[in-house]
Every structure is written in C-alpha cells, then in structure tokens.
C-alpha cells in the first residue's frame, strides 16, 4: 500500500475542496513548527521572503513538521529556478511564489518545481527524495509530479487583469491574494480595505471560481474567519505573529484587571 505522506494529504484536501488552514511563521522555530502540526493546521507557511530565515532554518522547520504530519510550503525570496530548487530539494511539498503577475511568470514557476515532462526541475538524490533510499528515482519523480504544490500570490494590478489566466496555467495549484502589496500596487498603500483593492479582490475571488482553482487569503487580526469562506476562499492563513500579539494582549489585559 502506498505510503500517505502529508504532501499527498494536503493534495488530497485541496483537491476535494476542503476548508484549509495554514499558519505562517516569519522567523526560525521548530518547536513553533511543531505547535502548528499538534494544533491542527494542514499546512506549514516558511516564510523566507521576509525576515530572517535562511535556507537551513527552513530546512530545521520542514523537517520538524514532517515530524508531526504537517505539509510545508515555503514563499520563497524569488522565483529563479536556481532559488526555488534549492527550497524544494530540502523537502518543501511546495512553494508560494511572490508577485507573479502573468501566466509566463506561473508556468516558470511551475516549471522549476516540477520534473519532466511537466517541468525542468534538476534531479538529485536530495532529502527531498530520501536521498534516493525509499523509492527507485523514476518512482520519486512520479510521486513529486502529483504531490508537489504551487500556489502564485496575487498582489499586482497587472495580477488582477491577468488571474484568470495565471490560475488556468497546468501546475498552478491556487491563488494566494496578497492585499498589502495589491493595495500599494494600485496606489493605496497600507489602505487594504479600500474601496479600489476590496474590488480587485472581488476579481481575484471571480477568476478563481472561473478557473475552479481555490483561493487563499490572510486573516487579519480583528477579521473573522468565516467572513472569507463566505466570499469563497477555500483557503485562510494566519501569521504565527498575529496569533502570539493577540494571545499575549489578552493574558496582559487579564492578568491587569
């Protein structure tokens, strides 16, 4: 019987529609990593794009969420294929690519995670592929072709007018919307409730039901959660920050009563 891996898991979800939650951490913690996956959440959000984390801390954070069942998707910093190799070989189901603002932009990005024939992803016996102990090589790159996740994030105005075609290209898993840089991409910086990105948002949302690829949006702190399955996204994310501010402010606030 084939092995059910939390990469699988989290292909299996996606696939089926599920409500999925994700929670992502912006500096190095394993045992915060470990949290995640004793807490609940379907997937691990590394953050190497902002803050400090270096490619060995993501790789102490993979492994310490493979260790409690947990996926992980890296964002990494950019999206060359020399970067994004890196990321996947440590062991990463996937990666979040930032500031993808067209299809070309997507296949490329698809193209670096993926193996031939859907990709031109290198090939090495790395941690990724149990260094080539588990499984024959060729089973590897079958099993990494089905698993493995990309998920663009959509945060430019040149994004909005191209989602649909961004969300359609063969590979591309889903939309992450990112609302800070969208706002400041359309000239509303810091104003994510503004009535201009409220509707561009609407049109990420649209392109995402046309395409039938889910979507994804951060939870802020304030927001509900059920606010954005209500508008459809299939996928919340929490930042690991927001979630320690709001927990320490109520036991300060309490414990000053």
């Known amino acids: 019987m084939e092995k059910i891996t939390a990469n699988s898991l989290l292909k299996t979800k996606l696939a089926a529609g599920q409500k999925l939650t994700g929670c992502a951490i912006q500096s190095p913690s394993p045992a915060f990593t470990e949290i995640c996956g004793l807490a609940g959440f379907d997937f691990l959000f590394i953050d ?3 803050g400090p984390l270096s490619e060995g801390d993501c790789l102490a954070m993979v492994t310490a969420a493979q260790l409690r069942g ?6 990494v910093p950019a999206a060359r294929p020399e970067v994004i190799l890196r990321y996947m070989d440590i062991g990463a189901a996937g990666v979040i690519v930032p500031g993808v603002s067209n299809a070309r932009e997507a296949a490329a990005a698809v193209e670096a995670v993926k193996y031939y024939p859907l990709g031109r992803r290198g090939i090495n016996a790395t941690r990724a592929s149990d260094y080539g102990l588990s499984l024959p090589m060729k089973d590897y790159i079958a099993r990494s072709n089905e698993e493995t996740i990309v998920f663009p994030i959509l945060e430019t105005a040149e994004a ?21 840089d969208l706002a400041q991409s359309l000239g509303y910086p810091g104003e994510t ?3 201009a990105v409220r509707s561009a948002i ?5 392109a995402g039901r046309q395409t039938g690829k889910p979507m994804a949006n951060v939870v802020r702190p304030g927001e509900r959660i059920q606010d954005y399955y209500g508008k459809g996204c ?8 927001s979630l320690f501010a709001a927990a320490a402010k109520a036991f300060v606030a309490e414990a000053q009563a």
Do not use: T
Not at 70 to 75: F, G, V, W
């Open 70 to 75: 947990l996926a992980s998707l890296i964002r």
């Open 48 to 50: 190497a794009e902002h």
């Open 202 to 206: 609407d049109r990420l949302m649209a």
């Open 234 to 241: 299939q996928i919340v994310i929490v930042f690991a920050y």
């Open 193 to 195: 409730s503004h009535p």
């Open 160 to 180: 909005v007018e191209q989602a649909a075609a961004i969300l359609a290209v063969p590979g591309v898993d889903g939309g992450i919307i990112g609302a800070g």
